[in-house]
């Protein structure tokens, strides 16, 4: 904690030339601020190092990319090493700390630079597993100068939804009126009844994670890949994210908590309903209702297969069935699912985060525990029970916000190494790739599959995904050099890809080179490796079988037409 405090009062004389004493004297007291808010733990996350170089006050920072190891730098290209930056990232404290309003001014820019530094070293935390560069795959850019997301628990009044229904502070008599009031939590009602709700706004210069919140513009529109017969407005995007009284979808789950988060008014308006009981639960759906008439998609993680299953159920229970919505549903899980299955351990939300947003969240509250937290709630009445599961959803919906706008800059069909990560592993290389092109997309991919096929000491497996790839788009030349690469650095272990790759070998030169004598080598080949793979397995493979009766027959035809031949 002394080193960083040390670090800290040195970093208060850093500054630019033209930023002035009313810009020094704001960066001080903030940095005092910083002072006072880090706690042990959270100073343990950030001790190891700060920025190496000046920190300037202009709006620009010249970052690079931390994420293929420096063993793959070598056989890539021979490029002059990429200018090293970490990577800055929202602690996950900020928000909550005061729920300070953000007052857009332009001395703005120094306060966001000087607390940024103290954060620093949470990104080289979530870039563990990454701790050296590709040069070859990152050059040195420059991307927009992190920022700590602020909220203000205000709300524009003349946004759309604040004609939905009356919201007003609980009044004075009311049980924990005054807690209430500290967790920013409103009375909201309609002719349907009344329900709690929690209203935050975001300036686009906030950010959580690796992106500020204002990219949306940038990369949102981009997010009609998914449908591209429509062209949705960036306002018309609705992200939703419920806490439930249970895991299951069964009619006695029931969601305490809606999350929602849409863009208005060049800002970002995070909204939390919560009942208090379950009475009020048809007020609140009613105005989920009324305000999804505004919206045409509909952005979740994991919604398709929870989350609005459960909404439409408690619809259709609370006699609401004729008020169903029927968005354009994207849910995030699907495209993580695609590019990060084999490279993260799990492709829950709160990891994908972690590993590759850039979010580390601190003393946050298991989303597993939400229940039993409501629970304590519906017994005692006591808003600090919620405290922790508002910060929780808070954080959850700035989440998805984030992997929504990474997943907009990678759809918008250009090479964006100067504003997304770069992915780090070789498989993630390509299944971006393979994604991208499954939406129709192909710039940044080709640059992606360039990149992995130069990579050394890769699995067999994530190059016959490329090999096989190339097989369908008519690549033939790529395609058959890692096949034989693939059979060339096998070892002692005889792998299914192994014989995958000779068998496409054999019928490339049976079929299309004509040329039988490498066909039969390579068919001859691919029975050997069969029977040691066969050998090795220990549980019956109907694949094993199917290849087996399929490679005699190649035998046999193959011999046949040699025999002919002479």
């Not at 080193?3 to 970093?11: I, N, P, Q």
């Not at 297969?305 to 439409?312: K, N």
């Not at 199917?546 to 035809?557: Q, S, T």
């Amino acid at each position: 904690m002394n080193m960083l405090r040390a670090r800290l009062e040195r970093l208060k004389g850093i500054q630019s030339t033209d930023s002035g004493q009313s810009a020094h004297k704001k960066q001080t007291e903030r940095l005092n601020a910083v002072h006072e808010q880090l706690d042990e733990k959270a100073a343990a996350e950030i001790e190891r190092a700060v920025r190496p170089q000046q920190v300037g006050y202009d709006d620009k920072t010249e970052l690079a990319a931390r994420d293929v190891t420096a063993a793959h730098v070598e056989q890539a290209e021979s490029t002059a090493p990429a200018q090293q930056a970490d990577r800055v990232h929202h602690d996950g404290t900020a928000t909550q700390a005061k729920q300070a309003t953000h007052d857009g001014s332009a001395s703005e820019a120094t306060d966001r630079e000087a607390l940024a530094v103290a954060h620093v070293e949470q990104a080289e935390h979530v870039s563990g597993h990454n701790t050296q560069e590709n040069t070859a795959a990152h050059e040195s850019c420059e991307l927009a100068a992190p920022y700590v997301a602020v909220a203000s628990s205000v709300a524009v009044q003349e946004a759309r939804w604040s004609s939905l229904l009356s919201i007003a502070p609980l009044r004075a008599d009311e049980p924990f009126a005054a807690k209430w009031q500290a967790l920013h939590v409103q009375a909201a009602e309609h002719e349907y009844g009344s329900f709690l709700i929690r209203t935050l706004v975001y300036g686009k210069d906030a950010a959580i994670g690796m992106h500020r919140l204002g990219e949306w513009e940038q990369a949102g529109t981009h997010l009609n890949a998914f449908y591209p017969e429509l062209s949705a407005s960036l306002d018309q995007f609705l992200f939703l994210d419920l806490e439930t009284t249970g895991l299951g979808s069964g009619t006695g789950n029931v969601p305490f908590m809606v999350g929602l988060a849409f863009w208005d008014q060049e800002q970002w308006i995070v909204q939390q309903a919560l009942i208090r009981h379950p009475a009020e639960e048809r007020a609140m759906l009613a105005y989920l209702h009324r305000l999804t008439a505004s919206f045409t998609h509909l952005v979740t993680y994991n919604g398709k297969s929870f989350d609005w299953p459960l909404l439409h159920s408690r619809y259709v229970l609370n006699g609401m069935r004729e008020t169903i919505w029927e968005p354009n549903h994207i849910d995030l899980l699907h495209p993580s699912r695609a590019i990060w299955r084999n490279t993260l351990e799990s492709c829950k939300l709160s990891h994908i985060e972690k590993m590759r947003l850039g979010i580390v969240r601190i003393d946050d509250l298991p989303g597993s525990e939400a229940p039993a937290r409501y629970f304590q709630f519906l017994g005692s009445g006591d808003p600090d029970e919620l405290a922790e599961v508002f910060r929780h959803n808070e954080i959850d919906m700035l989440s998805l916000v984030t992997l929504a706008i990474r997943f907009g800059h990678l759809l918008s069909n250009q090479d964006v190494r100067h504003i997304v990560q770069q992915p780090c592993e070789p498989e993630e290389m390509v299944r971006t790739g393979l994604w991208l092109e499954k939406m129709g997309l192909f710039q940044y991919s080709a640059e992606l599959f360039k990149l992995a096929v130069h990579i050394p000491l890769q699995s067999s497996q994530t190059l016959m995904l490329l090999a096989m790839r190339d097989k369908k788009m008519n690549e033939t030349e790529r395609a058959l050099a890692i096949w034989q690469r693939i059979l060339e650095q096998r070892g002692a272990l005889t792998k299914r890809t192994h014989v995958e790759a000779a068998i496409e070998l054999s019928m490339y030169y049976e079929h299309k080179a004509k040329m039988i004598e490498q066909a039969l080598y390579y068919a001859q080949l691919a029975h050997e490796l069969l029977a040691d793979y066969a050998a090795a397995q220990s549980k019956k493979d109907k694949w094993k079988e199917k290849e087996l009766a399929d490679i005699h027959k190649r035998l046999a035809r193959i011999k046949k037409k040699c025999s002919h031949s002479v």
